[in-house]
């Protein structure tokens, strides 16, 4: 089965500009999430998607939103880019309904450079 | 809320020589636990996970972890390690239930040198 794209794999933005970023879950999962790992901080949870719907989204400031598709992708989008948001932002899918049991499945990753 | 503590942020070891990566979690309410592993430049990958019943649970690659409930841990540990298994680890755990959501330790690096 084809595992959890994320699109582009690099980009490059200048602070205060926007970045969207993509992401297709695999095939059969409802559920969509997004992580931020920058240097040294880890995995800090951004936000899930499941059906369509934001079930729940982490500690970051509005700018940082998304949207998932009836075809259960994503797009993550930042606003009013700062020089902090650099960083890996990874995508991961899952079954929905399984009440956390379920392991999630990541992409490779959209590395971000704000300059 | 649930946290995932991993004692140990760089991990550096011998070839063939025994591994263990600690992990302890706080939540209030039962959990499931998982180890996830990160190579240079790629997303990651479970290596393994607890739900429930044996508390030892093992991966396909010789890798093992034990849930010790009383003393809220899951380390993860291997008895020989190879130059391959040098990557980046993370322990995570999701609360049973509803609201589900994924709580990340910050990753032990291991090494493994020649």
């Known amino acids: 089965e084809a595992g959890v794209t994320q699109s582009p794999t690099h980009l490059i933005k200048t602070r205060g500009q926007q970045a969207t970023l993509r992401c297709s879950p695999i095939?059969?999962?409802?559920?969509v999430y997004w992580y931020q790992q920058a240097l040294g901080l880890g995995l800090q949870f951004l936000l899930w998607y499941d059906e369509g719907e934001e079930r729940n989204r982490g500690n970051f400031p509005p700018r940082f939103s998304g949207r998932q598709f009836p075809n259960y992708s994503s797009e993550l989008n930042v606003n009013a880019l700062e020089l902090e948001d650099s960083a890996l932002y990874l995508c991961a899918s899952s079954p929905g309904g399984t009440g956390g049991s379920s392991p999630l499945h990541f992409g490779n990753g959209t590395r971000l450079t704000v300059t | 809320a649930q946290s995932v503590t991993q004692l140990d942020s760089q991990v550096p070891v011998f070839e063939e020589a025994p591994v263990e990566l600690r992990c302890n979690y706080s939540?209030?309410?039962?959990?499931?636990l998982f180890w996830y592993v990160q190579y240079p430049n790629q997303g990651l990958q479970l290596l393994l996970k607890?739900?429930?019943?044996?508390?030892l649970v093992e991966s396909i690659n010789g890798f093992e972890a034990e849930f010790n409930k009383s003393q809220t841990s899951f380390h993860l540990r291997k008895p020989s390690v190879h130059i391959s298994d040098t990557a980046e680890y993370f322990c995570a755990v999701s609360r049973q239930g509803s609201n589900y959501k994924l709580t990340f330790g910050k990753g032990t690096l291991l090494t493994v040198n020649p």
């Open positions: 095939s059969g999962h409802t559920s």
């Open positions: 939540s209030s309410v039962s959990v499931y």
């Open positions: 607890y739900l429930s019943g044996s508390t």
